[in-house]
């Protein structure tokens, strides 16, 4: 396996993120910190998580944050990960209401210190973002952190791409980094935009595909593996409609056809092609973010950082891709 060195950064990271979405909440903290060790033991070293996640459980807010700040704490292995978390998020059930000025991201920061048991975050993420607030307020904001020593670096989630371009011209004036990431909704199926249940995710598209190419600014792809679709629909599974609504369409059933013909004479998996389209990328340095919810899940997906990748066949897949079907 080898590591991939984050551009703009010093941050050397595992091929694949391990994304905690459901920690302390659908997965136990006794299976969540046992994942966590089985990810670290296999090579793995990139773990994303996020201020809000857990917090539509009624309780405890930050349960993925605190089932990670747990075993920091309990195994000591704080220096071998690198973490990045995500803020300024609306808070959960009033998401019209945004939560993305300095005010709002230095409280989501200082709580996701204190529950991951940490004094830095490696690479912290705004989770949305809110056109009516200055991109200079913010920049200015995250470029605090880090001189204070609470953020090494930081990146986007589920920003347009006017408001990165906005932000990278104001960064680049002041001598800034600016933001190194762009955590965005990307796999090698494309996406009914219009029955997401979300619509304030973003999405790879092409006009971001070849800006991100230009500028050599990395990515995570969160839902990397389209919850299973490729997989699910070769086992013949009958999907339910929150799936095939969002992913059934032409360019996904051609995707389907070319990986299902390699598959049948390979020892590949449509796991593997799913993720290794991502980490395959050559103009744009990708990590997909995989969540796993049981051990056998764990084992299948990262035993694909492993394989050699099929690149003629990659290449192929992501020719047939149109990315978004907007209507």
């Known amino acids: 396996m080898e590591y991939k060195r984050l551009n703009k950064t010093d941050l050397s990271v595992s091929p694949i ?17 046992w994942q966590l060790s089985q990810f670290l033991d296999k090579g793995g070293n990139f773990i994303d998580s996020a201020h809000i996640y857990g917090d539509w459980e009624p309780g405890l807010t930050g349960r993925s944050e605190r089932a990670i700040g747990a075993w920091f704490k309990e195994s000591g292995n704080r220096d071998k ?8 998020h609306p808070d959960w059930g009033f998401m019209d ?7 709002d991201i230095m ?8 529950f991951l048991n940490t004094e830095y975050i490696d690479l912290y993420f705004l989770h949305r973002d809110d056109p009516k607030v200055p991109v200079e307020e913010i920049i200015d904001c995250l ?11 930081y990146g986007c989630s589920n920003w347009s791409l006017e408001r990165i371009l906005a932000a990278e011209k104001y960064a680049e004036s002041k001598g800034s980094n600016g933001f190194v990431v762009n955590q965005l909704m990307w796999s090698l199926a494309d996406i009914n935009f219009y029955n997401l249940p979300d619509k304030t995710f973003v999405l790879m598209d092409k006009e971001t595909y070849q800006h991100h190419s230009l500028k050599g ?20 599974e009958e999907l339910p409609e929150s799936v095939t609504s969002v992913y059934d369409n032409k360019s996904n059933d051609a995707i389907f056809r070319e990986g299902l013909k390699f598959l049948e004479d390979s020892s590949y998996n449509f796991m593997d092609l799913s993720l290794m389209y991502l980490m395959a990328q050559e103009n ?14 764990l084992e299948i ?3 694909s950082w492993n394989k050699t990748y099929p690149k003629e066949l990659l290449s192929k897949l992501g020719d047939l891709k149109q990315f978004v079907y907007w209507a």
Do not use: H, W
Request: include cysteine; aromatic fraction near 8%; proline fraction near 5%.
């Open 107 to 114: 409280a989501d920061l200082e709580e996701s210190l204190f």
């Open 217 to 236: 600014m990395n990515v995570m792809a969160y839902m990397s593996i389209a919850k299973a679709y490729f997989s699910r629909r070769q086992d013949k």
């Open 143 to 153: 470029d605090e952190a880090c001189s204070q020593g609470k953020i090494r670096y």
């Open 81 to 88: 990960v690198i973490i990045a978390t995500k803020g300024a």
């Open 17 to 33: 993120c391990l994304g905690t979405v459901n920690y302390g909440s659908a997965l136990s903290i006794k299976d969540s910190k």
């Open 284 to 297: 744009i340095k990708t990590i997909p973010i995989a969540s796993f919810d049981t051990p056998e899940q």
């Open 301 to 303: 997906g990262l035993s």
């Open 97 to 103: 209401i945004p939560r993305v000025k300095p005010t």
